[in-house]
């Protein structure tokens, strides 16, 4: 399974720049960064530190509006995926810009359904928001799995990103769910991280080790 980043925020990007293969952003995640600098300079720094995709989310409502958005944010970088949301302007959209070859992530997808007809637009990405259903109390994960099923009978090209991720249990159901992609916030990248044991382990192996070394040191 691959990781992106959800996140706008250079720092975090660079800091698990080994570990990722993507970006993903949004307009509330890019509005929280840009009191530093200015939208295109952000993006494109973004795009540079970045090797694989990344999607930034076009503003417009209307299906032409979003292709003249989606062409301008393409220009941005070859690494751009444009992210437009599951209404029926946005599918229409989404097919237009498969058919001139530009990659699109379709974002607010809540159930199988919606990523179904995404997949049937010619959508790059479907984004399941795992976290927002879990939140009003379903189960997101059980879209994921849907989603999994139904692209694998019908061989769509299109992947699944599992979206919306709150905690690592999220991160290890993607995975165990056949999702192709897990969108991790950098909070839960860096709990992933972490188990007591490890540190624990650690801290010994590195008194065992010292405690020889001051032997020997005492020996000679
Ligand atoms: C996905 O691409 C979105 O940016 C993101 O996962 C939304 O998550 P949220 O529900 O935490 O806002």
């Given at each position: 399974?691959?990781?992106?980043?959800?996140?706008?925020?250079?720092?975090?990007?660079?800091?698990?720049?080994?570990?990722?293969?993507?970006?993903?952003?949004?307009?509330?995640?890019?509005?929280?960064?840009?009191?530093?600098?200015?939208?295109?300079?952000?993006l494109k720094?973004?795009?540079?530190?970045?090797?694989?995709?990344?999607?930034?989310?076009?503003?417009?409502?209307?299906?032409?509006?979003?292709?003249?958005?989606?062409?301008?944010?393409?220009s941005i970088a070859?690494?751009?995926?444009?992210?437009?949301?599951m209404t029926p302007d946005g599918l229409k959209a989404t097919k237009k810009l498969s058919e001139m070859c530009v990659k699109t992530n379709v974002?607010?997808?809540?159930s199988s359904n919606q990523a179904l007809l995404a997949a049937k637009a010619g959508a790059t990405y479907v984004s399941i928001f795992?976290?927002?259903?879990?939140?009003?109390?379903y189960s997101g994960i059980n879209i994921v799995k849907e989603t999994a099923k139904i692209l694998e009978n019908y061989n769509f090209d299109s992947e699944i990103i599992t979206a919306s991720i709150r905690n690592p249990m999220h991160v290890l159901?993607?995975?165990?769910?056949?999702?192709h992609v897990a969108t991790v916030p950098p909070n839960v990248l860096t709990l992933m991280f972490n188990h007591n044991l490890t540190d624990a382990g650690l801290q010994k192996f590195m008194d065992d080790w010292r405690s020889v070394k001051n032997n020997s040191n005492n020996d000679l």
């Amino acid at each position: 399974m691959k990781f992106f980043l959800d996140t706008a925020n250079l720092n975090e990007i660079e800091k698990y720049s080994h570990i990722i293969d993507g970006v993903t952003t949004n307009p509330s995640l890019l509005a929280k960064e840009m009191k530093s600098s200015s939208q295109n300079d952000l993006l494109k720094k973004i795009c540079d530190t970045v090797k694989g995709p990344v999607s930034l989310e076009v503003i417009s409502q209307n299906c032409d509006e979003m292709i003249k958005e989606a062409l301008e944010l393409s220009s941005i970088a070859d690494n751009v995926v444009v992210k437009v949301p599951m209404t029926p302007d946005g599918l229409k959209a989404t097919k237009k810009l498969s058919e001139m070859c530009v990659k699109t992530n379709v974002t607010l997808i809540f159930s199988s359904n919606q990523a179904l007809l995404a997949a049937k637009a010619g959508a790059t990405y479907v984004s399941i928001f795992v976290g927002r259903l879990d939140d009003i109390g379903y189960s997101g994960i059980n879209i994921v799995k849907e989603t999994a099923k139904i692209l694998e009978n019908y061989n769509f090209d299109s992947e699944i990103i599992t979206a919306s991720i709150r905690n690592p249990m999220h991160v290890l159901d993607a995975a165990l769910s056949g999702s192709h992609v897990a969108t991790v916030p950098p909070n839960v990248l860096t709990l992933m991280f972490n188990h007591n044991l490890t540190d624990a382990g650690l801290q010994k192996f590195m008194d065992d080790w010292r405690s020889v070394k001051n032997n020997s040191n005492n020996d000679l």
